[in-house]
């Protein structure tokens, strides 16, 4: 079978790369080029290191429509956007499905730790599961992918990696956000928009104090400082009113939440369905739920209160192992 990996010359890419070749696929790689001159020759030189044929497609114009541009805009609203969550459908297996149509290939890949069996999407093992951040992927994408690396935890790679003498084997984990290699996004933020100004901390309706503008605080985050010996947390963030609002620990636990412009990777129940939800990528946090489609959003019931569900974020519900989709959460 030919199969479209995406390759961006790191350890998960190659290995999965090795593993495809090893099951008797024809490996053709991918690499999406948002013009990082020493990302793009890491990938072209360990794609000739393997011996797999190699196509660069530019993708800086589209990320910027669908990827950066929302993300801001996002972050403007008072929102905690996840940008690879808005990527992985519009832009990278978007270009991986339109390669492969070109390539007449079966199949698409990636490195991502979770399971793609049948057309649905699977949990990955506990330690690396990334099976939160394909949430929105379509089902068409979806009913054509493989995923090597979804049995495997992270330090079974490496292993593997040093195994087959991979010049990656070490090569570090990419953990900023890959338009904004600096992890300086306020700057990043401050070049495209005009950012608004200072504005109030909020305690139960008192100003309490001021902060320096919306965009640098997300829900669940602690605000710096004690007011009257006691911790205090951003409950809410109102770009409106330029307000960020804080609440005590305790208060930051919700028990329902709405979700807009939910992705359904299974058929989108009739009425109210069983499951578990993930408010943020996380291990250790997923409660039981009951969700129902209530006109253009999901409302979902926590059996347990989850911390802290951020407006801008994705909620991904489960049906023990398998995903069946993700929206974004929405305010009060």
């Not at 793609?116 to 992927?137: I, P, T, V």
Request: overall charge negative.
């Amino acid at each position: 079978m030919k199969v479209v990996l995406g390759f961006s010359g790191g350890v998960d890419s190659a290995v999965s790369a090795a593993l495809l070749r090893r099951a008797g696929h024809e490996v053709h790689g991918v690499y999406l080029d948002n013009t990082d001159e020493k990302a793009r020759q890491d990938a072209v030189d360990t794609a000739a290191f393997l011996s797999i044929p190699l196509t660069v497609v530019p993708v800086a114009a589209e990320l910027e429509e669908k990827v950066c541009a929302p993300f801001c805009e996002s972050y403007l609203r008072g929102e905690t956007p996840n940008p690879c969550i808005l990527c992985n459908p519009a832009v990278k297996f978007k270009t991986l499905l339109s390669l492969a149509d070109e390539l007449g290939a079966e199949a698409i890949a990636t490195g991502h730790y979770a399971r793609a069996e049948g057309g649905a999407l699977f949990k990955g093992r506990r330690a690396n599961d990334q099976s939160y951040m394909l949430c929105r992927l379509t089902r068409e994408q979806l009913s054509r992918l493989v995923l090597p690396l979804g049995g495997m935890e992270k330090a079974e790679t490496r292993a593997l990696a040093e195994e087959l003498s991979l010049p990656v084997a070490h090569k570090k984990d990419s953990m900023e956000i890959c338009f904004i290699p600096d992890k300086d996004y306020i700057g990043w933020l401050s070049r495209r928009a005009e950012l608004p100004g200072g504005g109030d901390f909020v305690f139960h309706g008192t100003v309490v104090g001021r902060h320096e503008g919306i965009f640098r605080y997300t829900v669940g985050q602690r605000r710096p400082g004690l007011y009257e010996g006691r911790k205090l947390y951003i409950s809410r963030i109102d770009a409106e009113s330029n307000t960020v609002e804080l609440a005590l620990w305790e208060e930051l636990f919700k028990t329902e939440l709405y979700a807009r412009d939910f992705n359904w990777l299974v058929n989108e129940p009739k009425g109210p369905i069983r499951a578990s939800v993930r408010v943020r990528h996380t291990k250790w946090e997923e409660p039981p739920c009951t969700a129902a489609v209530e006109g253009d959003r999901v409302r979902i019931v926590c059996g347990e209160p989850v911390r802290a569900p951020a407006p801008g974020q994705s909620a991904v519900l489960y049906d023990g192992e398998r995903a069946l989709g993700g929206g974004f959460i929405i305010g009060e």
